[in-house]
């Protein structure tokens, strides 16, 4: 418990370090908001509507200020709202994150599925025809950028064979191209990683000893490797997942899905800054979180590890 409030506390620096970092840097880049919404109402940008435009969204403030403003709306639980549609933040938040979550785990539910069984034949039969092809398969997939196996895609399956529908997310339909795009992009990896992982147990001292008295391969994999491999099995794809939410953006613009990742693109170009901080604000969530959630697992796995984090615990009090 010590260790989870610990880590609790240690959330909060990064909240503000990350927040602060991109509330700054954001407003050091070209463009200005006030121009996109004079431009919006189509209206001259003149000096008169750009001051008039800046005042309104409190871009005549100083930075620091600005800043101290959205911290203070934050704690009443107010990411203001958006500049270009001027809806609260946080419904469309809410809204496109369920899109996300749509979209990515079935794609993670596919890695499991897929990743661990291959990973699994992949390192008990290492350096044979099965090992070859499923490492020569990840090495081509993980080469692939997923911009451009979802281009592939559309061109294949919505262009020319007219199967499936190449953008937006209005019926199951819509989908199976970016799921499946998300799930090439990291299969291989997780493939590769478990039988790296399922290899380095199978050569230690202990895996030696059950050989040698007579286990079979197929037992000792299965009772006794997978179980000391599941910590770092379970960091990998906890990452997975993380970087899945947060780094779909690519595949959610390829196939106009309406995401939390295209809606943070398309809120940088419009200069939209408060859904800016507000969707950097829940990656920051979601990072922490599945890091927390990953290391107490990883706690329940291995005792061991459990108490190294206690003893870490005490020594932090």
């Known amino acids: 418990m010590a260790y989870i409030i610990k880590r609790l506390l240690h959330v909060i620096p990064v909240f503000f370090g990350v927040t602060a970092l991109v509330f700054f840097l954001l407003r050091l880049a070209p463009g200005d908001a006030a121009s996109i919404r004079i431009q919006d109402r189509g209206m ?5 509507n750009l001051a008039a435009a800046r005042t309104e969204l409190g871009l005549d403030m100083p930075g620091w200020v600005q800043y101290g403003r959205w911290l203070g709306a934050l704690f009443r639980l107010d990411l203001g709202n958006s500049i270009v549609s001027g809806e609260p933040v946080i419904g469309e938040l809410r809204r496109r994150f369920g899109l996300t979550l749509r979209l990515t785990l079935p794609a993670m539910a596919l890695v499991l599925v897929a990743a661990f069984p291959l990973g699994l034949l992949a390192a008990l039969y290492q350096g044979r025809l099965w090992d070859r092809i499923t490492r020569i398969f990840a090495i081509v997939m993980m080469s692939v950028p997923s911009f451009c196996l979802g281009l592939v895609f559309i061109l294949v399956f919505s262009a020319n064979l007219q199967w499936l529908p190449s953008f937006g997310a209005g019926t199951p339909a819509h989908l199976i191209m970016p799921g499946l795009v998300i799930f090439i992009a990291s299969a291989p990896r997780h493939t590769r990683f478990i039988r790296a992982t399922l290899l ?7 895996v030696r000893a059950a050989k040698a008295r007579g286990i079979d391969a197929w037992t000792i994999l299965i009772c006794h490797c997978i179980k000391n491999a599941l910590v770092p099995i379970l960091t990998s794809l906890g990452m997975s997942l ?7 953006a690519v595949v ?3 196939f106009s899905w309406p995401g939390i990742g295209s809606c943070l693109i398309d809120a940088v170009l419009n200069r939209d800054y408060p859904v800016v901080q507000g969707c950097v604000l829940l990656y920051a969530v979601i990072f922490t979180g599945i890091n927390l959630v ?6 329940i796995l291995d005792p061991k590890v459990g108490k190294v984090v206690r003893n870490s615990a005490r020594g932090g009090e």
Request: glycine letters at 10%; proline letters at 0%; one cysteine or more.
């Open 44 to 48: 001259d940008l003149s000096e008169e």
């Open 200 to 206: 380095e147990e199978l050569s230690k001292e202990y």
């Open 242 to 248: 993380a970087l899945m939410l947060g780094g779909s």
């Open 252 to 254: 959610e613009k390829v």
């Open 294 to 299: 990953t290391d107490i697992g990883c706690i």
